[in-house]
């Protein structure tokens, strides 16, 4: 069992920078595929960016590539969403998830565990 809690969101104006944290809790950490994704108000969520165990594969979706950068630091049980350049499309609520794999899942349905996600706020 793992839990999942994110923190970093808040308010922000467009072209600045934000930080998201997500600290894991549970064993092997090290062992989980992790991902961001994001909810827009009467949006679907959408996948963001996702991160092989070992760091050797990371993915972004398009909207997000080149600004955002996924990384984790396994001896903390925590993966981070770094956020360049923001834009007030990018305003959600982000969401990390788990999954206990070697291939990284790029759909929501392919996650077992979610953090309750924090609030990003971009004004213009």
């Known amino acids: 069992q793992v839990q999942l809690v994110e923190s970093g969101g808040g308010l922000v104006q467009a072209g600045g920078s934000l930080r998201l944290s997500c600290a894991a809790s549970?064993?092997?950490?090290?062992?989980?595929?992790m991902g961001w994704f994001r909810q827009a108000p009467g949006k679907e969520r959408e996948f963001v960016a996702a991160s092989s165990w070992n760091r050797g594969n990371t993915y972004y979706a398009d909207s997000v590539q080149g600004r955002f950068t996924i990384s984790r630091d396994n001896a903390k049980n925590t993966v981070y969403l770094q956020m360049n350049s923001l834009k007030p499309e990018d305003t959600a609520v982000y969401y990390c998830?788990?999954?206990?794999?070697?291939?990284?899942?790029?759909?929501?349905?392919?996650?077992?565990?979610w953090g309750q996600g924090t609030q990003v706020t971009v004004s213009s």
């Open positions: 998830a788990a999954r206990y794999t070697v291939v990284v899942p790029l759909r929501e349905d392919e996650y077992d565990y």
């Open positions: 549970g064993r092997f950490f090290s062992s989980y595929a």
